[in-house]
């Protein structure tokens, strides 16, 4: 299993343009979310979702909009990208009825100037 | 809305044991979650405790009371590996059920 995988790793934007992140799991979890860190801050929910076709939003969702067309993928997309959107960006997922554990992917670096 | 409290910052040296704190505030809680993250990697999973009492898990154990809607992370015979930020992560009714909210984080600093 890959388990959690994020592309792209790193990411160099300018305001105002839009982009996708990726994240896709290969563990049939039904649960995925989307955290931003900042320092100092912790990481702070965007969206997330409970299944294929279900979303909803998070602490911190303005800017940021999701799809959950599959059990596997669940994109973040940058409508028209901020500085203040500058950030390191996780992706989660876990099974509905487990113990707490949520497996994380790497990490997304974005930078927007 | 939910709100969680930690150190943000704990200094111990090596073969010493070290108390993470952790105090939420939430309604309709489920568990408590900790988490380690080192400089530059992503979270990986510790612990959780959704009832009162103590988990142990070799050096690493955690605590949870819900009636004080307080829990800590003990690490026992530190390391210098284990110099990184945790977190604490509270499971509600509030968000999603089964989506937790994380604290701001606490790094912990190991010295020889």
């Known amino acids: 299993n890959a388990g959690v995988t994020q592309t792209p790793k790193f990411q160099v934007l300018k305001t105002g343009q839009s982009m996708t992140l990726q994240c896709a799991q290969d563990?049939?979890?039904?649960?995925m979310s989307w955290y931003r860190q900042d320092p100092g801050m912790g990481l702070r929910l965007i969206h997330y979702?409970?299944?294929?076709?279900?979303?909803d939003q998070g602490e911190v969702p303005n800017g940021y909009n999701v799809s959950r067309s599959t059990t596997e993928d669940f994109p973040l997309r940058l409508l028209s990208a901020a500085p203040s959107q500058t950030s390191v960006y996780f992706c989660a997922s876990s099974y509905s009825r487990d113990g707490g554990e949520q497996y994380f992917g790497p990490g997304t670096r974005l930078t927007v100037t | 809305g939910q709100s969680l409290e930690q150190p943000s910052e704990v200094t111990a040296v090596e073969g010493a044991i070290v108390q993470i704190n952790c105090t939420y505030q939430?309604?309709?809680?489920?568990?408590l979650s900790w988490y380690q993250q080192h400089d530059g990697g992503a979270p990986t999973f510790l612990s959780y405790n959704a009832l009162d009492g103590l988990e142990e898990t070799g050096r690493f154990s955690s605590f949870l009371s819900r009636s004080d809607s307080y829990g800590y992370l003990l690490l026992q015979e530190l390391q210098m590996k284990d110099s990184a930020s945790y977190f604490c992560?509270?499971?509600?009714?509030?968000?999603?059920?089964?989506?937790?909210?994380f604290g701001r984080g606490t790094s912990l600093i190991v010295h020889p």
């Open positions: 563990m049939n979890h039904e649960y």
């Open positions: 992560a509270v499971r509600a009714r509030e968000v999603g059920s089964y989506i937790p909210t």
């Open positions: 979702s409970v299944g294929a076709g279900i979303t």
């Open positions: 939430t309604s309709g809680f489920y568990g």
